[in-house]
């Protein structure tokens, strides 16, 4: 699979403290809308700027059952994922995305690596094409990202222009879905050759629902826009619509890398559901995590023209609190004369932060649970990997 020097083990984790069950009146989701009542608990949101790095399980973790975590399985995925021969013509956006991508997957490759140690997995040129895969199409949403918001893009897009950069999109998306499936050996064990074409085919759900969120952001479905006086019901309305629509996206992208990554090492079918709730819930934490990003970890979400709805705004314009009406005017006053400061400042006095910080335990909570009655074994170490991912710092993409 090429090759990245082997760590060194770095010896036991220090054992921790075995914790209650958590109570079963869990609901499956917290929403914004759902603590309109105030009930409930205040958690601190760290900053994305100050957190830790994540930590990568040492080779020497053990499972709860016992196994160790295999320490001779090598990904590079971000290499993988650069590796299509649309990126030929274009060696400087190649060299954009290696970048990009060794932040992304080194967050994700210790993850796997439970997974394959869980199922006995070793990795084939296969299965690292439709992993990496998955990685490639979710980080070509950024230069279409960038082509709707009007954002800076680097001059190796810019001079592709809007057209070229779609070409240039829709060829690698293209050829992200051909890729498992070419490198199939001819003698592959059938049962193998089905678990691929399987996760080829999700990793195809998982590009179809990028798709439809790229879709909505072309038409501007977050975008708050009306004619003065603005009601703040219409602002809750295009909030809920929010987050229902980029939960539901978020979450199903990273429920389908779960999904692939249990069916390209042939889990059993509970094994590969359970892994798809997990997922579920980490992707919605995720979107909770970079939106919270934008509004406190140096993104300029609030500056914006005009300001889309993310997890922040869609809290405060959900909740009813004094403030409201006021944060409404602002976030429709034009960005050259809007009060980022004073937008800023009503969030922190409704303790927006500590909500987002409430979701993305909530959620984490609810995506180990899912792996309890299945996956027992996997519970505390996939636990530990999401406490380290959700404490990275704010240079590490989603």
């Given amino acids: 699979m090429g090759g990245h020097p082997r760590r060194r083990a770095a010896g036991r984790p220090r054992p921790r403290r075995a914790r209650p069950r958590r109570a079963a009146r869990r609901t499956r989701g917290r929403t914004h809308a759902a603590a309109a009542d105030g009930r409930h608990r205040h958690g601190r949101l760290r900053d994305p700027g100050r957190g830790r790095s994540p930590m990568n399980p040492s080779p020497s973790t053990r499972s709860t059952t016992g196994a160790a975590t295999r320490d001779d399985i090598v990904w590079n995925l971000a290499e993988h994922a650069v590796s299509y021969p649309a990126f030929t013509e274009h060696p400087g956006i190649r060299a954009e995305f290696v970048r990009s991508l060794h932040k992304r997957t080194r967050l994700w490759e210790p993850l796997l690596s439970l997974l394959a140690a869980e199922f006995d997995h070793r990795p084939s040129e296969a299965s690292a094409r439709v992993l990496s895969g998955w990685f490639t199409m979710v980080h070509l949403s950024a230069p279409i990202d960038q082509l709707v918001d009007r954002d800076p893009m680097s001059d190796h897009w810019r001079r ?195 909500f987002l910080e409430f979701l993305i335990r909530d959620r984490i909570s609810l995506a180990v649970g899912a792996l309890t009655d299945v996956l027992p074994g996997l519970v505390a170490p996939l636990e530990r990997w999401a406490d380290a991912y959700f404490r990275r710092t704010s240079q590490a993409p989603r």
Avoid: N
């Fill in 160 to 354: 592709l222009g809007g057209a070229g950069a779609i070409e240039l999109v829709l060829a690698l998306k293209d050829q992200v879905f051909r890729a498992p499936l070419l490198a199939l050996d001819p003698g592959t064990d059938p049962g193998t050759a089905h678990a691929v074409t399987r996760a080829t085919v999700e990793l195809g759900s998982a590009c179809l629902t990028a798709s439809i969120g790229e879709y909505l952001d072309v038409v501007g479905y977050s975008e708050l826009r009306s004619e003065p006086p603005f009601p703040a019901q219409a602002a809750a309305r295009v909030a809920l619509f929010y987050e229902q629509l980029v939960g539901w996206k978020s979450s199903v992208i990273y429920e389908c890398l779960l999904r692939c990554a249990a069916l390209t090492m042939e889990a059993p079918a509970p094994a590969v559901d359970a892994l798809a709730a997990f997922g579920h819930h980490i992707g919605f934490a995720v979107q909770v995590l970079d939106d919270a990003g934008g509004v406190w970890g140096g993104g300029d979400d609030l500056e914006k023209e005009p300001v889309k709805v993310t997890s922040p705004l869609a809290y405060a314009l959900t909740v009813d609190h004094p403030q409201r009406d006021e944060l409404v005017d602002l976030l429709h006053t034009p960005a050259a004369r809007r009060d980022v400061k004073r937008t800023r400042e009503i969030l922190d006095d409704i303790q927006a932060r500590a």
